[in-house]
């Protein structure tokens, strides 16, 4: 199955829209990441000043190791960002921290859709790691009903990417509006600080294109599977 050439003629679409992603992230980061911004604030600072301006308290703001490993964490409250992003005064690592000061926004604002996304976390990942077994073991062993509840199973991974798409655009969203509302960015630095957010935004779309194009994927295999036990 990890070599049929449908697969790849199914995820075809996602994947050159993967790479266009990873290429426009790592150019839009490095031309932002040359930019100083103009209040001369560090990531972790303009995160800071975003949450006491937004009302939000009890969210400590670390670093993490990695190059763009940033993210928020809600159980720990915690707003966790790269060593770039935390230490750097350019536009780059402002749009990023601040797109993480916007999930922490939702957080404390109770966005619907951010608890939804928590909570489908563990299922996703039951559905990624244990879905694709079933769907072999089924292939291979050509029970149908297995390959069916494998692929039941991969769903949630595609219900999480499905509901994790706005809760990421809803954070872009939050952070360009804190950005320009509390004077973090200047009217000129906008269009740049978009550009970086827009970026990581087409990453999003591209998982969430590629697992919907994996899901029917294995629908078709599935299918055809059918036809030719029926047709023995």
Same mark, same amino acid.
Do not use: C
């Given at each position: 199955m990890f070599f049929d050439p449908m697969y790849l003629l199914f995820?075809?679409?996602?994947?050159?829209?993967?790479?266009?992603? %990873?290429?426009?992230?790592?150019?839009?980061?490095?031309? #932002? /990441?040359q930019v100083p911004a103009s209040t001369g604030?560090?990531? #972790?600072?303009?995160?800071?000043?975003?949450?006491r301006e937004s009302g939000v308290g009890g969210v400590a703001i670390d670093v993490v190791p990695g190059q763009l490993t940033d993210h928020y964490d809600p159980g720990e409250k915690v707003l966790r960002l790269s060593p770039d992003v935390y230490r750097g005064r350019n536009l780059a690592a402002l749009g990023i921290a601040a797109h993480e000061a916007g999930h922490a926004i939702q957080?404390?604002?109770?966005?619907?859709?951010?608890?939804?996304?928590?909570?489908?976390?563990?299922?996703?990942?039951?559905?990624?790691?244990?879905?694709?077994?079933?769907?072999?073991?089924?292939?291979?062993?050509?029970?149908?009903?297995?390959?069916? #509840?494998?692929?039941?199973?991969?769903?949630?991974?595609?219900?999480? %990417?499905?509901v994790n798409l706005p809760v990421e655009f809803d954070a872009s969203r939050r952070a360009k509006a804190e950005l320009v509302a509390n004077g973090l960015?200047?009217?000129?630095?906008?269009?740049?600080v978009a550009r970086v957010?827009?970026?990581? #935004?087409?990453?999003?779309?591209?998982?969430?294109?590629? /697992?919907?194009?994996?899901?029917?994927?294995?629908?078709?295999?599935a299918g055809a599977g059918s036809q030719t036990a029926d047709e023995s």
């Open positions: 995820l075809a679409p996602g994947l050159l829209l993967a790479l266009l992603a %990873q290429w426009r992230v790592s150019s839009a980061y490095h031309r #932002a /990441s604030y560090s990531g #972790a600072k303009t995160a800071a000043e975003i949450l957080d404390a604002k109770k966005y619907p859709l951010l608890g939804l996304r928590n909570g489908l976390v563990p299922l996703a990942n039951f559905g990624g790691s244990v879905g694709w077994l079933m769907i072999a073991a089924g292939l291979v062993m050509a029970l149908s009903g297995l390959v069916y #509840a494998g692929i039941a199973v991969f769903s949630l991974t595609v219900l999480f %990417q499905l960015i200047a009217p000129a630095e906008e269009r740049e957010l827009s970026a990581a #935004a087409l990453t999003y779309v591209a998982a969430t294109l590629t /697992s919907i194009l994996t899901l029917f994927y294995f629908l078709f295999r």
